[in-house]
Structures are given as C-alpha cells and as structure tokens.
C-alpha cells in the first residue's frame, strides 16, 4: 500500500477495497494512489452520545434470552466494518468488533459472519474474487435450517454505484472544484442509468430475502441500511473531495438508495433497520461523524466505511429491532 500525500484538489485515496458513496463505498475504486495518505481524521467522536435513543424500547434492549441460539450475517464492508476494530479476517478485511459480533454477544448467539469487503448481490450466491487474489465461498452457504436469525446489508457496490460516486465524482472534482462535474460527465442518460440501477437493488434485496428464507426457513431476516455518508448540506472537500455543486448530487443518490432498500424490505415484509435516518447529523462532514473520511487509518476505519461508533449505533438499532418483534 503506497504512503502519498495529497493536498484537497487530488484525487481522493480511495482504500484498495469496496462499499457506499462507493467507498463512500462501500467498495473500491482501483486508483493508483489508492491507499493511506495524509494524517488521519482526529475529530473526537463519543459512543455513548451518538448511539441513536427512542421514546421505544432501548437499543441496548435485547430479546428474551436464547430467541436465537445462531446468527448469520452477510453483507459487503459496511457490515464487514474493514479497520474499524481489529481484523478478524484478512481476506475479508472484516473486523472483530463489527455490529454482527456485537449483537452476537448481546443475545449470546453463535455467530457465523461471512461479510466481506466489496461483496455485491452476486456474492452471496457465487464466489467472490477478494483483492488479495484469494476467492471466498457464495455466502448464502453459511445458511441452514438451524440458523435463527440472518442481517442482509448489501446492494452498494452493485452495477459500482459506490465507485462511481467515489471514483468518477471524485476524478471530476479535480478538474472543476467549483462546479458539479461529475454530474456534467454523467449527463442526462448516465443520471438516469445511475437512478435506475439503484432501483435495481432494490429488486435484487428482494431476490436475496426469498433466498436466505429457502436455505433458512426458521430464522428471522432483518435488511440493515446504509448510513447517510454525504451532508445533505454544506462541504467538507478536505474529508470528501466532491466538487460542491456535486454534493446535492451525491447526497441524494444516498437518500435514494436508502428509499430503494427500505421498500425492499417492505416488499419482502421483514424489517428494516433505518440506519440512514439515524444517522442524520453524523456525515463524513460532521462534527460527530459515523463514517471515515478520506484518509484511511489502521486506527480508525477504511477510508469512506463506518467508524467504531457507527457499528456500535448499528448495533444498538439491530437489538432495538429485534426486541420490537
């Protein structure tokens, strides 16, 4: 991994790996230049001030004690939670202290996470080619009839709309900081491939429900949200190097997603974890972030992917779900 420096009008230093706004992924982008650069992100963030609280129940609340003896939990990075604790597997660059391990020891489940870094829909039903050259089995294949409950967070990197995002919005950027490029490169038919391949995901999140209940038909299915990466005001291009008028781009792009997976989740009548609105106010650019910015640190998070605090906010909202039920 190469150790650049790079000031705000480069390209950002996307981490070799996937996820949402692509790594603002949930993936990767490939750059050359990918990698750490700069120092990292220092504003101080507090758990327990950002774990979300209800007028419900509490998100620390769990269900009745051995409600479900086994977990699975499969998903892409914003599930694997690359960096963001310490790694529980390389090939997968997923860590120990994700939110499946935390809601694992919460109800004291046995727990099998195949969540892997740049995971797409179509890993969980074929192989997954991983960037160390390793390939990882389809991860529906951790599912059985004994399994009790299942998380599904995956769709982001699908058709790269991560990438595109945080490859092609963020290459634009360095040439028209003030205007909205990467919209520009797109252009009317690329917006609306771009819109409708986000809709897409929401029929794929459909597909992957019926399929985790076909090799799991006893467990409960819950689809987790992404969070809200980009402000829906203001910019920060020294955290994300977007061009400002692409920001309101980006941003709804985020929101849309959201939208798409909430009415998945409907359509599929599971729940729905809304991470995206409870993560309002914790933006890449905010004073109390969820997700990383730029930088990646071995000490914080993958550059664009969920900071500790995030995972333990998801957490909090998977129990608080589950308890609702």
Same mark, same amino acid.
């Given at each position: 991994?190469?150790?650049?420096?790079?000031? =705000?009008? +480069?390209?950002?230093?996307? *981490?070799? #790996?996937?996820?949402? &706004? %692509?790594?603002? @992924? /949930?993936?990767? $982008?490939?750059?050359?230049?990918?990698?750490?650069?700069g120092q990292?992100?220092?504003?101080?963030?507090?758990?327990?001030?950002?774990?979300?609280?209800?007028?419900?129940?509490?998100?620390?609340?769990?269900?009745?004690?051995?409600?479900?003896?086994?977990?699975?939990?499969?998903?892409?990075?914003?599930?694997?939670?690359?960096?963001?604790?310490?790694?529980?597997?390389?090939?997968?660059? =997923?860590? +120990?202290?994700?939110?499946? *391990?935390? #809601?694992?020891?919460? &109800? %004291?489940?046995? @727990? /099998?996470?195949? $969540?892997?870094?740049?995971?797409?829909?179509?890993?969980?039903?074929?192989?997954?080619?991983?960037?160390?050259?390793?390939?990882?089995?389809?991860?529906?294949?951790?599912?059985?009839?004994?399994?009790?409950?299942?998380?599904?967070?995956?769709?982001?990197?699908?058709?790269?709309?991560?990438?595109?995002?945080?490859?092609?919005?963020?290459?634009?950027?360095?040439?028209?900081?003030?205007?909205?490029?990467?919209?520009?490169?797109?252009?009317?038919?690329?917006?609306?491939?771009?819109?409708?391949?986000?809709?897409?995901?929401?029929?794929?999140?459909?597909?992957?429900?019926?399929?985790?209940?076909?090799?799991?038909?006893?467990?409960?299915?819950?689809?987790?949200?992404?969070?809200?990466?980009?402000?829906?005001?203001?910019?920060?291009?020294?955290?994300?190097p977007l061009?400002?008028?692409?920001?309101?781009?980006?941003?709804?792009?985020?929101?849309?997603?959201?939208?798409?997976?909430?009415?998945?989740?409907?359509?599929?009548?599971?729940?729905?974890?809304?991470?995206?609105?409870?993560?309002?106010?914790?933006?890449?650019?905010?004073?109390?972030?969820?997700?990383?910015?730029?930088?990646?640190?071995?000490?914080?998070?993958?550059?664009?992917?969920?900071?500790?605090?995030?995972?333990?906010?998801?957490?909090?909202?998977v129990l608080?779900?589950?308890?609702?039920?």
């Amino acid at each position: 991994m190469n150790h650049t420096t790079t000031t =705000r009008r +480069a390209r950002v230093a996307l *981490a070799a #790996v996937p996820l949402l &706004l %692509g790594t603002l @992924l /949930t993936g990767c $982008s490939g750059d050359d230049d990918a990698g750490v650069t700069g120092q990292p992100d220092t504003r101080p963030v507090s758990p327990s001030s950002t774990i979300p609280r209800t007028d419900g129940p509490s998100p620390l609340a769990t269900p009745g004690p051995g409600r479900y003896p086994t977990y699975v939990a499969i998903g892409d990075s914003f599930t694997a939670a690359p960096l963001a604790g310490p790694t529980a597997d390389e090939q997968c660059l =997923r860590s +120990a202290q994700n939110y499946p *391990a935390q #809601v694992a020891e919460a &109800l %004291g489940a046995e @727990l /099998t996470d195949v $969540s892997c870094t740049g995971a797409d829909t179509a890993a969980l039903v074929g192989s997954q080619r991983v960037l160390q050259g390793g390939v990882v089995p389809p991860q529906l294949q951790a599912l059985g009839p004994d399994t009790r409950l299942v998380t599904v967070g995956i769709g982001g990197n699908d058709f790269g709309i991560y990438s595109t995002l945080t490859g092609t919005c963020v290459r634009a950027a360095s040439e028209d900081l003030d205007g909205a490029p990467c919209r520009a490169a797109l252009g009317a038919e690329g917006v609306a491939t771009l819109k409708e391949n986000i809709r897409t995901v929401g029929d794929r999140l459909v597909a992957v429900v019926e399929g985790v209940r076909q090799r799991a038909p006893r467990a409960d299915v819950v689809v987790v949200g992404y969070p809200e990466i980009v402000p829906a005001d203001g910019t920060c291009p020294e955290l994300l190097p977007l061009a400002e008028g692409d920001y309101p781009f980006a941003a709804a792009m985020g929101r849309l997603l959201a939208r798409v997976q909430e009415r998945a989740a409907e359509r599929a009548d599971v729940p729905y974890v809304d991470t995206y609105a409870a993560s309002d106010g914790h933006d890449v650019c905010s004073e109390d972030p969820w997700i990383n910015g730029r930088v990646t640190s071995a000490a914080t998070a993958l550059a664009y992917h969920p900071l500790k605090v995030e995972q333990e906010a998801v957490a909090g909202l998977v129990l608080e779900k589950l308890a609702e039920d």
